[in-house]
């Protein structure tokens, strides 16, 4: 058994007290709320980054870049995550056989083009798709939907595609869209075989449908049930906000993380050395790697890796593999699955799949 499997199987037995409805003679402890210091610290820098830069506050280079980084990362993923934030209570409202019925059950070739397209077309930034892939992972989506959703998201969004377009051209932004949802659906597939012979964990909340059950009449109560009323709307919002809070602590460290990256390695000296060969892809992966851009700065990266280094396979690397190997991405994955299997599925199958393709587009 997965040692991460037998660690969320063997939670602790809940405390019970004179208050709490235990025995009587048993003590009444008030447990210790832990301080969440990854969050709160990463916070506490985001904060005194943004400080800094809206107040331009005096400084060294380093501290005034690491300022700026994360004023910027901050503008450009806030829409994101607040998006993010409504889609994630949104989901935890639904029943959990709305959404298995959305997505099929058991994964599946089907479910796992149905992830794809959804990925695709959802008009959300990296960080906030990673909140709706979590959410849906836990409504029971199969880690194999959970993958190719999360590799076909982060950078197709219907409002980058228009503005990757007009960086590269609409035959390069169609190609980089069809590769990337053709490596979505085959890294969703192998993750769906190994799943089935025993290599990987299955989700454990996953689902059977009851034999009854109808899409139509369900999706129409669940609407109804969603009605835009103070009760509804306050509900999605702490729902929300709860269920965010454990991917949230992880966006605020990859932002905290990047533009301190940003402070102390100048870009210059990736841009200089993307070249379209073997060693600048290999320097393309490094970089996208270590630094964690978002959905709407990696389409101008991506796009001047293409038309000043002249190398496609160099650009489509930065826009795929940023995401197969994006720290945050995969803590996030690991914190909701519990499982080091299941996380370290998403580079060791997508990232040989784009480096192929890379290649190819180089050559």
């Known amino acids: 058994m997965d040692d991460d499997s037998a660690k969320s199987t063997s939670a602790p037995a809940t405390s019970r007290c004179c208050c709490g409805g235990g025995p009587a003679s048993a003590p009444c402890e008030k447990p210790g709320r832990k301080i969440d210091w990854l969050l709160w610290g990463s916070l506490a820098l985001i904060i005194a980054g943004m400080a800094g830069h809206l107040g331009q506050l005096p400084g060294p280079l380093w501290w005034q870049t690491f300022a700026h980084g994360t004023a910027e990362f901050m503008a450009k993923s806030t829409w994101g995550l607040l998006a993010g934030i409504v889609a994630v209570g949104v989901i935890g409202r639904m029943p959990q056989t709305l959404v298995t019925g959305l997505l099929g059950t058991g994964g599946g070739i089907g479910g796992i083009l149905r992830a794809v397209f959804a990925g695709t077309l959802l008009d959300l930034c990296s960080h906030g798709i990673l909140m709706v892939g979590a959410q849906l992972y836990k409504k029971g989506a199969s880690l194999g939907q959970t993958i190719a959703f999360l590799i076909s998201s982060p950078w197709n969004s219907l409002s980058l595609t228009f503005i990757l377009a007009t960086l590269i051209g609409w035959k390069w932004m169609l190609a980089f869209i069809g590769l990337s949802m053709?490596?979505?659906?085959?890294?969703?597939?192998?993750?769906?075989?190994?799943?089935?012979?025993?290599?990987?964990?299955?989700?454990?909340?996953?689902?059977?449908?009851?034999?009854?059950?109808?899409?139509?009449?369900?999706?129409?109560?669940?609407?109804?049930?969603?009605?835009?009323?103070?009760?509804?709307?306050?509900?999605?919002?702490?729902?929300?906000?709860?269920?965010?809070?454990?991917?949230?602590?992880?966006?605020?460290?990859?932002?905290?993380?990047?533009?301190?990256?940003?402070?102390?390695?100048?870009?210059?000296?990736?841009?200089?050395?993307?070249?379209?060969?073997?060693?600048?892809?290999?320097?393309?992966?490094?970089?996208?790697?270590?630094?964690?851009?978002?959905?709407?700065?990696?389409?101008?990266?991506?796009?001047?890796?293409?038309?000043?280094?002249?190398?496609?396979?160099?650009?489509?690397?930065?826009?795929?593999?940023?995401?197969?190997?994006?720290?945050?991405?995969?803590?996030?994955?690991?914190?909701?699955?519990?499982?080091?299997?299941?996380?370290?599925?998403?580079?060791?199958?997508?990232v040989p799949q784009v480096l192929l393709i890379a290649w190819l587009l180089n050559s």
């Open 182 to 350: 053709l490596v979505g659906i085959l890294g969703g597939w192998l993750v769906e075989l190994l799943v089935r012979r025993g290599v990987l964990p299955e989700n454990p909340n996953t689902r059977e449908l009851p034999a009854d059950f109808r899409f139509g009449p369900a999706f129409r109560e669940a609407l109804h049930d969603l009605k835009p009323n103070a009760t509804n709307l306050g509900a999605i919002a702490r729902g929300g906000l709860r269920d965010s809070r454990m991917i949230l602590r992880w966006i605020f460290f990859g932002v905290a993380l990047a533009a301190a990256i940003r402070a102390f390695v100048p870009e210059p000296l990736f841009l200089q050395y993307f070249g379209p060969s073997l060693a600048g892809l290999a320097l393309t992966l490094l970089a996208t790697t270590l630094i964690e851009v978002c959905s709407e700065g990696s389409s101008p990266i991506a796009a001047d890796l293409l038309n000043r280094a002249g190398a496609p396979g160099n650009a489509f690397t930065f826009l795929m593999a940023g995401v197969a190997t994006d720290y945050t991405e995969i803590l996030v994955l690991r914190e909701t699955t519990r499982s080091w299997k299941a996380t370290l599925a998403l580079p060791l199958i997508t």
